[in-house]
């Protein structure tokens, strides 16, 4: 009888304060990520630059002295998103021996650039600038800065710090959950599929 409350409480101190199962990092991992859908971890603000030029025209013949010309500086607004919720168990994983979570991130989405025109700044020339041709310019000048805008989100310099804000930002949105659950000091390694 003593030996089975001896045992008894072996068994409830062991339960009480004995070590505790950390359970399934990927699993813990993807929960951290469950609660956000999308992360958006970079944002780019810039100046555009846009011209264009309007040559009235009398029938068949333009009047180049009423040439007017408008330029336009435009600010733009790009945000880089992860779409976490196309990840699954198979984008994780665990070094145990190693203590390290490699996440393979899909790819970034990069949103339309939002031109903030009630900003934009105009400089018109000419010699007769007619209704017309001021709305004909000011419609060119915001086609054409949309599609400055989106080359320059795009271009690699940009979209390089985009992908490390992004590294970075998952590495820490990973790490520390996982320090609070239990797992200690983890080492992070994030990549996106182009990378080796």
């Known amino acids: 009888m003593v030996l089975l409350l001896v045992v008894a409480l072996a068994w409830l101190a062991y339960e009480k304060w004995g070590p505790e199962e950390r359970g399934d990092i990927v699993a813990t991992s993807m929960l951290a990520f469950e609660k956000q859908n999308a992360l958006t971890v ?3 603000r810039f100046d555009v630059v846009a011209e264009s030029v309007s040559t009235p025209s009398v029938g068949p013949f333009d009047v180049d002295a ?6 336009m500086i435009v600010p733009a607004t ?6 976490l919720s ?6 994780f994983s665990w070094d145990e021996a190693g203590q390290s979570l ?16 009630a900003e934009a700044r105009y400089f018109t020339d000419g010699l007769y600038v ?11 000048n915001s086609r054409q800065a949309a599609e400055r805008a989106n080359d320059f989100a795009r271009n690699p310099e ?7 804000a992004a590294r970075e930002a998952v590495r820490q949105n990973l790490a520390i959950p996982l320090q609070v659950a239990g797992f200690g000091e983890v080492e992070v ?8």
């Open 42 to 44: 970079f944002s780019s």
């Open 66 to 71: 009423l040439q007017s010309r408008q330029a």
């Open 158 to 164: 940009v979209m390089g710090l985009a992908r490390s």
């Open 102 to 117: 490699s996440v393979m991130l899909p790819p970034l989405e990069v949103s339309q650039p939002n031109l903030n025109e």
């Open 86 to 91: 196309e990840m699954d168990r198979g984008d």
């Open 130 to 140: 007619s209704r017309d041709a001021s709305v004909s310019l000011s419609r060119n």
């Open 78 to 83: 790009v945000e880089y998103r992860l779409d």
């Open 189 to 196: 390694r994030v990549r996106f599929p182009d990378e080796g």
